[in-house]
């Protein structure tokens, strides 16, 4: 019962039919007959009319990282401060350096009496061997993973894509980051490249939506129900402090198969439709539909200054090529295409107009909007969107722009390959 009332904030609900006005492909022209861009104070209200009645948080405070170890520092330190729970899910959890660290950190919560739940997906975190996860045990950590591989196996291309931390449901960490070396910048074992990544720390009422979120992973992984309000203990961190000036206001925008997935992708499109200025989007993986591509290139044609930061090296070459399928509609049309050399591109960000921000898990791929269960947030702050562009623009100075001319040079190999991936995007 507990665990019901809190996946009961869950919006919106699980089979709900969007109007047809706001599905993604209308939505845009619904916007601007009644928006007057992203800084219309009804946005707010419109958004919460796409995602079923799901709440905007106000108030709360928002900070971003760019940078691998100063996240893992501030989600252990989140753990560490916790007195009541600790909600930890990730798609990738790994036996390493980084893995660790926050077994520990979890381990001593649990010890001093804190409720530890730790939700991995099983695939994703495939090389992580069972006796990592009995230590976990050992300590009073309560762990499940997500879809295991022979358990169920109808449910296997239906993956846990999200990465949540939440503590005392007052403090709260998503975007695209896994716990590994590779993220946190920890290299001691050389195991695998630098990912370049973005995470958001939330703390305010946000993080309670961010709780029921992993709820509803949890409990499908057959977690023991988590209680609607834990007892109240001192505020995890700086979550203790109201927000200065107002705070961020926050959307958190969830999705899993039959829930939430057409949702998402209208919110996408009504922020695409709506910008004037600036359409800035970073993807890790990118192998897009028509309809975002179409989306896309709109507003480039209109005079916004699309951009789209994709990476140059990748861990899944085939996604790679699917998005080079599209690369010479989207020059074309004007939108400027740039990939990223200095580490394996993994964030996944959008900011508009200097004035929205989304951060999360979700790839622009096929996948995320149709079989993940995916986290992104939307946060309205300008302070967030200027340092989202400005980590945007930092990027972009160890990035190599696509020339139109250049890329219609290349070799008839890569052409074909595109091509093939592209076709087969859907699958990917």
């Given at each position: ?17 969007l ?20 800084r ?26 760019t ?43 649990a ?31 309560e ?25 005392d ?15 946190s ?75 939430g ?126 340092e ?16 139109l ?13 595109d ?10």
């Open positions: 019962m507990a665990g019901r009332a809190l996946t009961s904030l869950l919006r919106p609900v699980a089979g709900r039919r109007p047809r006005e706001l599905r993604a492909h209308r939505v845009g022209v619904t916007a601007r007959r009644t928006l007057g861009g992203l219309d104070p009804a946005l707010c209200k419109f958004i919460s009319r796409i995602d079923g009645g799901a709440p905007i948080h106000r108030g709360n405070r928002v900070r971003l990282f940078d691998g170890a100063e996240a893992t520092a501030a989600m252990l330190g989140a753990i560490a401060g916790a007195e009541r729970e600790v909600l930890c899910e990730a798609y990738i959890f790994t036996d390493d350096e980084t893995g660790h660290a926050f077994r520990d950190a979890l381990s001593a919560a010890v001093r009496g804190v409720r530890v739940c730790v939700l991995a997906d099983a695939w994703g975190s495939l090389s992580t061997g069972s006796a990592f996860w009995r230590g976990m045990g050992a300590h009073g950590i762990v499940r993973l997500f879809h295991r591989l022979f358990r169920h196996l109808w449910w296997q291309a239906f993956r846990d894509h999200r990465k949540i931390l939440v503590a449901r007052r403090l709260a960490f998503t975007g695209g980051m896994n716990i590994a070396d590779e993220y910048g920890s290299f001691r074992s050389k195991r695998a490249e630098r990912m370049r990544d973005t995470h958001l720390e939330v703390g305010g009422s946000a993080a309670v939506e961010l709780a029921a979120v992993f709820a509803e992973g949890w409990e499908r992984a057959g977690g023991r129900p988590l209680d609607p309000e834990p007892a109240p203990g001192r505020a995890a961190g700086r979550a203790a402090e109201p927000a200065e000036d107002g705070g961020s206001r926050v959307h958190v925008l969830d999705s899993r198969p039959d829930r997935h057409h949702e998402t992708a209208s919110v996408l499109a009504t922020v695409v439709a709506l910008a004037e200025e600036r359409l800035w989007l970073t993807a890790g993986y990118f192998a897009p539909g028509r309809l975002a591509v179409r989306l896309i290139t709109a507003a480039a044609t209109r005079g916004v200054d699309v951009r789209l930061l994709l990476p140059a090296r990748t861990d899944v070459p085939i996604v790679r090529h699917a998005g080079h399928g599209w690369y010479r509609r989207l020059l074309k049309a004007g939108v400027r295409v740039f990939e990223y050399r200095a580490a394996i591109l993994h964030a996944k960000t959008l900011v508009a107009d200097g004035t929205l921000s989304i951060v999360g898990s979700s790839n622009l791929d096929v996948r995320s909007f149709r079989f993940n269960a995916e986290c992104n947030v939307v946060v309205l702050d300008d302070g967030l969107a200027g989202l562009a400005a980590a945007f623009e930092r990027d972009l100075t160890e990035s190599e722009e696509i020339d001319a250049a890329w219609r040079r290349r070799s008839v190999f890569h052409r074909a390959a091509r093939v991936a592209r076709w087969l995007s859907p699958l990917l």
